[in-house]
């Protein structure tokens, strides 16, 4: 190739290097009005600038709102999963903190039940299809639990023994709805009042007492506790309070519905209770009426006169 074009290409690119600034600084010039073929260049400009740059933004707010959202939903999930575990470590406390009270109650009633061997023991079974009636315990016969021993928790009477084996338990509960569960009792009148136990009220959830004189004066409030007659249960152990008092339905006695001192719904803890010989000795000496000997001469006498 000559020299000539290429100087000549040389010459071209220089002039249009010229002719590109000079259009450049006109067109940033301060001092004047645009042509209208740059205005026309300018508005299409800015048109395909907006056609291109809306769409780009939006999908860019878009992509940052989504973000957002999976970033809120992530700690929301978080916050949602602490709660949950600070619910639970605050259930678990309220329960430990129950158990705890109960067998603080439990430690203070042993303590003062010094004419019993007292055996706690812990509840491992309990059927729902028999939830008023029978609960298993963790202690047998080589823990020293026999048949018919009373059972009690720190508010008072649950049942007793019903059947054992050598390292568990049945007990049970007052609540029972057997025939043949049927409990001494007595009300705290001042005079005493004495009836029976006899299983639950369906309808209010209540423990029936059972067999009341119609003359006996009973009114809601009074404290309901074991009479210790029969020999099985000792005297004085609380079984609750009386809410309700009625007419038999022949009207022959008085039946009083006796909300339990113990919650028979929620049982964890128990304690067993054998009743020493002597201690069971004195009680029958002070459950024997004191006749005077000038009555009991009397009555010899009486009946020596009705012999002859």
């Known amino acids: 190739m000559s ?4 100087n000549r290409r040389l010459i071209a690119l220089l002039v249009s290097l010229i002719f590109l ?15 209208r073929p740059e205005q026309f260049i300018q508005d299409s400009v800015g048109v395909a600038q907006s056609v291109f740059t809306r769409p ?15 970033n809120v939903y992530e700690e929301n999930q978080a916050l949602k999963s602490q709660l949950d575990s600070h619910a639970a470590v605050l259930v ?11 067998l603080e109650d439990a430690m203070e009633l042993r303590n003062g039940l010094n004419d019993y061997t007292v055996y706690p023991a812990m ?7 028999r939830w008023d009636e029978m609960v298993g315990i963790n202690k047998g016969a080589q823990d020293g639990i026999a048949e018919e021993m009373a059972v009690i928790t720190s508010s008072g009477l649950i049942g007793k023994v019903r059947e054992v084996s050598q390292f568990s338990a049945t007990v049970q509960l007052l609540s029972n709805q057997n025939a043949a569960n049927r409990i001494s009792a007595v009300a705290d009148t001042g005079s005493g009042v004495y009836g029976f136990i006899e299983g639950i009220d369906e309808e209010s959830g209540n423990l029936r007492f059972t067999k009341i004189d119609m003359d006996a004066d ?6 309901v506790s074991s009479s210790g007659l029969g020999g099985i249960f000792p005297s ?14 022949y009207g022959l006695s008085q039946t009083a519905l006796v909300e339990p001192s113990a919650d028979m719904q929620s049982l964890d803890y128990v304690m067993v209770l054998e009743r020493e010989a002597g201690s069971l000795d004195e009680e029958i000496e002070e459950e024997e009426p004191d006749i005077p000997e000038e009555e009991l001469d009397e009555e010899e006498s009486g009946a020596e006169e009705s012999e002859e």
């Open 21 to 35: 600034v000079g259009i450049i600084g006109y067109s940033m010039s301060e001092q004047r009005s645009l042509s």
């Open 3 to 6: 020299p000539f074009f290429s």
């Open 123 to 129: 509840i491992i079974q309990r059927s729902p299809d």
């Open 236 to 249: 004085g152990l609380t079984i609750g309070e009386i809410t309700e008092v009625e007419e038999d339905e």
């Open 218 to 223: 009973l009114e809601a409030g009074q404290t």
């Open 92 to 102: 678990e406390r309220n329960e430990l903190e129950r158990r705890n009270e109960e």
């Open 56 to 70: 780009a933004y939006w999908a860019s707010n878009a992509m940052d709102t989504i973000g957002d959202i999976r």
